[in-house]
């Protein structure tokens, strides 16, 4: 048995995202349980589909005693302010140091963290706690699919273990596997040797999802090359944050040096190889809403990801383009959602439900191309916000996202909006039947999503679409204005390198 910590600092920073991630943000959790210390962190993780969950697990079924320093999660969003990510990371140091002597550390880390201070988050989170417990201590620590791994992030941990599936479905497996990882680093008295390439291109978020090509070979090639007693990630990156090491990597670790050397170079050399098939299909929002309403039935919804403007993925959820194009072409049993407006969900909840009013929808944070979407909406049906989520990737998620409401367009009565106060993607059924729509039986379901819905929606879905209206989350990563990327990176996949 041996005295394990545990802690977690998650936050996907989106560098041209419109609001930063400040200590509010963190005690909110945007989905996620609020910021915790100590003990507490074992009942708010309790199963949920999170790392630490899996981790915990794991631990315990191998007997080994484990102490809670911090955990905390917030909505992807700009950068974490200095408050925040001083209050949360002395939380968890100073838990360190007071736990005594410890065994081990488990982290539950996304890896593309972007603080005001520090443009490498996690780097600096595991230089902190790699100085609390010294250098003696094997640290393993679970990341994101959306990671970007930094050269400091491998220097200072033993272990880095990633997602493999893109909706997240694997959270909880992955916090296991970093688990696993440790146990067997403890029980053997000897630490992995790793091996960490980065890739020379960035691929747009939509088109890493691991249902579809190229993801879902190369994932399956990494399970394969597994095989020889291995460890393997690939990480396809975040690009929406600016700074040196954004990007794609492959990193592993074993046992045996030569074997982890080589599959990572051959999981290394599939993903350089597969760039071309990252090029993504991107709609404009009138042409895809044509086409859905062709296409879309009852029973078999067309799907349309509002990827820009993805509150996973630092949106606001509050762009207008996509509900605009719907209404102007008076599409039938639509259903758009979730749009984050907690101004105008209150005044659906002091109007009642029932009544007609005129609307001021979104259009809230100054994105480029974006306005306010006014119109007279009937106000449906009126929900609280609390509900658990069901979906595969969502499961036992416990929601909490304030007044919600679901208003019908006056102008265009087939179209149905579902408003809540705060932000998350709409990734989960349970977000439309906390107000009585059941997404099934739409003919369009315009969701504010890149790739999380695919989990609970892609399986009754006709055809997915991913439509390019206006957001600060740009698919074509080739479209921001870096200006710390390291030189030589290609900005999409085959495109312009950054000079
Ligand atoms: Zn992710």
Redesign the pocket.
């Known amino acids: 048995m041996a005295r394990i910590a545990i802690g977690g600092f998650q936050h ?1 920073t989106n560098t041209f995202a419109p609001a930063p991630a400040d200590y509010a943000a963190f005690e909110a959790g945007g989905g996620w349980p609020g910021v915790q210390y100590g003990a507490a962190i074992f009942a708010a993780v309790e199963g949920a589909n999170i790392p630490a969950a899996g981790a915990i697990a794991a631990l315990r079924a191998s007997g080994h005693e484990l102490v809670g320093t911090a955990w905390a999660a917030a909505s992807p969003s700009a950068q974490v302010t200095a408050d925040a990510f001083e209050r949360i990371a002395d939380g968890l140091t100073k838990n360190l140091q007071k736990a005594g002597p410890l065994d081990g550390v488990y982290l539950d880390l ?1 890896g593309a963290m972007v603080a005001e201070r520090f443009d490498d988050g996690e780097g600096e989170i595991l230089r902190r706690v790699r100085a609390a417990v010294g250098p003696r201590v094997p640290i393993a620590a679970s990341l ?3 990671a970007n791994v930094t050269r400091a992030m491998v220097a200072q941990a033993d272990a880095l273990v990633a ?1 493999r599936t ?1 909706p ?1 479905v694997d959270m909880a497996e992955t916090g296991a596997r970093a688990a696993r990882l440790l146990d067997q680093m403890l029980r053997s008295g000897g630490r992995v040797a790793g091996a960490f390439h980065t890739l020379d291109y960035l691929t747009g978020i939509p088109s890493q999802c691991s249902f579809i090509e190229p993801c879902k070979s190369l994932y399956a090639e990494l399970t394969r090359l597994e095989e020889r007693g291995v460890v393997l990630s690939f990480t396809p990156g ?1 690009p929406m944050a600016d700074f040196a090491e954004c990007g794609m990597a492959v990193l592993g670790y074993g046992f045996h040096e030569k074997q982890v050397v080589a599959a990572v170079e051959r999981l290394r050399g599939a993903v350089a190889d597969a760039e071309k098939d990252f090029v993504l299909e991107l709609h404009e929002a009138p042409e895809a809403v044509r086409r859905a309403r062709r296409r879309g039935e009852p029973g078999a919804p067309v799907v349309l990801a509002d990827t820009q403007d993805n509150p ?1 993925a630092g949106g606001n959820g509050d762009t207008t383009g996509l509900l605009r194009a719907l209404v102007e072409q008076k599409a039938q049993d639509a259903v758009f959602g979730m749009l984050i407006d907690a101004a105008s969900a209150s005044r659906a909840h002091e109007a009642g439900q029932g009544a007609t009013l005129d609307f001021s929808l979104g259009g809230l944070s100054n994105v480029k191309g974006d306005a306010p979407f006014a119109a007279a909406f009937t106000v449906e049906r009126l929900g609280d916000g609390r509900f658990t989520c069901t979906g595969p990737m969502f499961k036992g998620f416990r929601m909490t996202l304030g007044p919600m409401a679901l208003l019908r367009s006056r102008a265009a009565p087939g179209v149905r909006v579902v408003l809540a106060s705060r932000k998350c993607q709409a990734a989960d059924q349970e977000m439309f039947r906390h107000l009585g729509v059941e997404p099934r039986k739409s003919r369009i379901l315009a969701l504010k999503s890149s790739v999380h819905f695919r989990a609970d929606f892609e399986p009754m879905a006709k055809e997915v679409l991913v439509v390019k209206s206006p957001g600060p989350a740009l698919a074509d990563p080739a479209e921001f204005k870096w200006t710390k990327l390291r030189k030589g990176v290609r900005l999409r996949p085959l495109g312009p390198v950054q000079a």
């Open positions: 996907e996304h994101d699919l959306h997602y893109y997240h975040f996973g």
